[in-house]
């Protein structure tokens, strides 16, 4: 077990609603430094709902949350830039820190985009984009980062490559990292502490747990746990539309 | 040097565009033009209670500026209606109201005219000062909030998450907007002060590929809109208000070229 200082941000039973409909519940997650936690779970299950209220976005919620920290780097799932705003990478980069030019450089080309340094936002692909995110979100050496979906978009090299970095940026940085994915192939071998959501904590665990878990086969279906091991399935509850748990 | 009314005007134009060049960039890039309006036309209920109580014109203006857009911000956070339809609720109660009070005041003679499009003859060297301090202040608190407030602006939740406070940018933003509704309104006047912040900046943001350069553009725009418009106001006797609005339609036109040609560029 590891102690209380290096614990980042612990949320405990957290909720959150909006207009008396709860997009998550009773959620307790803690990140450490130097620790991958991630978060699965199908669309609508709370994942990024999860991570804003762990960023304190949030501030009406259930529960509490603790944050040490507030060096944060943040990837959000979808950030869309108005023409009105003429915004090259470069000045997304100083958005909220002053850089110096050798950092920016060091973080683009980590991310492997140190060549659109100039462009305008608006002209990126979305790969691009979600590289240029990645590299803001780094570049001010954060000892939290919070990525949400940060390879969406991106091409299936290219992906593995930027979970690598992740992973790597964990080591050397020493920073904890929230991670929101769907994408269980690539993730689950990277991370520590896997969390899996579905409006609120289904199970959790390392990995390995986390695959064999009936629930998370329910949720994922019989394929998805093969990735890791093969198991039985058994589902204990249902999830009405109303965001309920019936037990079967 | 400052005898002469021209001169006055001038310095009062040319103070005036300094502040509402990047005030205009974010009232832009926010969405707000709409929203200056509503602050602009709330001035006049300002300066009726300014003439009615023989208060300075500027301070009541900003008061009463400040206290819709307040009362604005508290009302979007409780009632259900939709952010337009409570903008126009305030913006033509609060002209509706003070035209009222207008039409009580019949012991003093308003320049009704002069209060909707600016007056150039009223501009006295206590207007001057009232400009350039209140202009310099109101500019150095927004160098002072620009990184949360640009931040935010490009993504609030990105700011949130990191820890610069959008919110509170985004309330000292809102005061300084009437900040510079109450130092302009006697240049272009409350109807017309809204165009003065979004033409030029509009004219910028055809002509720049970054947010310091839109800025830069928008002062220079807002000057040249200033000189362009008081000089032919002097030569064709058209209102000053009226006049330098035109001139910065006129800029903005000639901006539009710009574009063209880099989408031909691009093509």
């Known amino acids: ?248 | 040097m400052f005898d002469d009314f021209f001169i006055r005007a001038l310095v009062a134009g040319l103070g005036v565009a300094i502040v509402t060049g990047p005030l205009g960039c974010f009232v832009i890039w926010r969405r707000l033009s709409y929203f200056g309006d509503t602050l602009s036309h709330s001035a006049l209920l300002g300066v009726t209670l300014a003439y009615s109580m023989e208060f300075n014109i500027a301070l009541s203006v900003f008061i009463i500026s400040s206290l819709i857009a307040l009362t604005l911000i508290h009302l979007q956070k409780r009632t259900n209606l939709p952010g337009d339809a409570l903008l126009g609720l305030l913006a033509h109660s609060s002209l509706a109201v003070g035209l009222v009070v207008i039409g009580f005041l019949t012991f003093i003679r308003f320049d009704i005219m002069g209060l909707l499009f600016g007056d150039i003859l009223a501009v006295t060297v206590k207007d001057l000062v009232i400009i350039w301090v209140g202009g310099a202040l109101i500019l150095l608190v927004l160098k002072l909030i620009w990184k949360p407030l640009f931040a935010s602006t490009v993504n609030y939740e990105l700011a949130e998450a990191e820890g610069l406070n959008p919110d509170r940018a985004k309330a000292i933003f809102t005061i300084l907007m009437a900040g510079i509704i109450a130092i302009s309104i006697k240049m272009v006047g409350l109807l017309l002060i809204t165009g003065m912040l979004i033409i030029p900046a509009a004219m910028a943001r055809n002509i720049s590929d970054s947010p310091q350069k839109m800025v830069v553009y928008s002062i220079i725009g807002g000057l040249l809109s200033v000189i362009l418009g008081l000089f032919s106001s002097l030569e064709f006797n058209t209102s000053s208000g009226p006049s330098i609005i035109a001139a910065a339609l006129f800029l903005f036109i000639l901006s539009l070229f710009n574009i063209k040609q880099s989408i031909k560029l691009k093509n």
């Not at chain 1, 683009?108 to 995110?133: A, C, I, P, Y």
């Not at chain 1, 690539?186 to 390995?208: K, R, Y």
């Open chain 1, 1 to 248: 077990m590891s102690s209380d200082q290096n614990i980042l941000v612990k949320l405990k039973d957290a909720g959150f609603q909006i207009n008396d409909k709860w997009l998550v519940k009773n959620v307790s997650l803690q990140v450490e430094k130097g620790k991958i936690v991630t978060l699965i779970g199908p669309n609508g299950s709370g994942k990024s709902t999860t991570a804003k209220i762990a960023l304190g976005i949030y501030k009406k919620i259930d529960g509490s949350v603790e944050k040490n920290t507030d060096k944060i780097g943040y990837v959000p799932q979808k950030i869309s830039i108005d023409w009105t705003l003429p915004l090259r990478v470069y000045d997304f980069m100083l958005l909220t820190e002053n850089l110096d030019e050798e950092t920016i450089n060091n973080a683009l080309s980590l991310t492997g985009v140190s060549h659109l340094k100039d462009k305008n936002l608006g002209d990126l692909s979305g790969g691009e984009f979600q590289r240029v995110l990645l590299a803001r979100a780094i570049s001010k050496k954060p000892e939290l980062l919070v990525l949400d979906e940060p390879v969406q978009g991106v091409d299936f090299t290219g992906e593995i490559a930027l979970y690598e970095l992740i992973k790597k940026i964990s080591d050397e940085l020493n920073c904890g990292i929230l991670l929101i994915s769907h994408d269980l192939h690539t993730v689950m071998s990277a991370t520590d502490h896997v969390v899996c959501l579905n409006g609120h904590v289904c199970c959790s665990g390392s990995p390995m747990d986390v695959a064999k878990n009936n629930e998370y086969k329910a949720l994922f279906g019989e394929q998805a746990s093969q990735i890791l091991s093969r198991y039985e399935h058994r589902h204990d509850h249902v999830h009405t539309s109303e965001g309920e748990i019936k037990k079967n």
